[in-house]
């Protein structure tokens, strides 16, 4: 069906940076926004970034002015460039995407499976 799998996650010193990817592939007629969630060990899942299928965006209070986010529409692809990283960024970070399968098919929440941030100090 539909699936997304995240990419760039590892392990980098404070004030580094990562560049995160999540491809969409599958029977995809159209996507809609795409969002990356973090969570850090014993916390919840927290909302980090989201871009509208028209580029508008909207950022945690956390992570405005260190992260990017930007989507690649012709290859279902949304990245997450990370700058100026922070111990307290360490986490899996997840993609979600609203996708339709068709056209007369609501949209559907896909996840991916998640790819691990780690800030050293």
């Known amino acids: 069906q539909v699936q997304l799998v995240e990419s760039g996650g590892g392990l980098v010193q404070a004030g580094g940076s990562l560049r995160l990817s999540c491809a969409a592939s599958?029977?995809?007629?159209?996507?809609?926004?795409m969002t990356w969630y973090r969570q850090a060990p014993a916390l919840q899942r927290e909302f980090v970034a989201a871009i509208e299928s028209g580029g508008g965006t909207n950022y945690a209070d956390s992570v405005k002015g260190r992260f990017t986010i930007s989507r690649d529409n012709a290859k279902n692809t949304v990245y997450l460039q990370m700058n100026s990283l922070k111990p307290e960024d360490t986490a899996v970070y997840y993609c979600a995407a609203s996708i339709k399968t068709s056209i007369g098919a609501p949209a559907y929440l896909y996840w991916g499976q998640g790819t691990q941030v780690t800030v050293s100090s």
């Open positions: 599958g029977r995809i007629f159209s996507i809609n926004g």
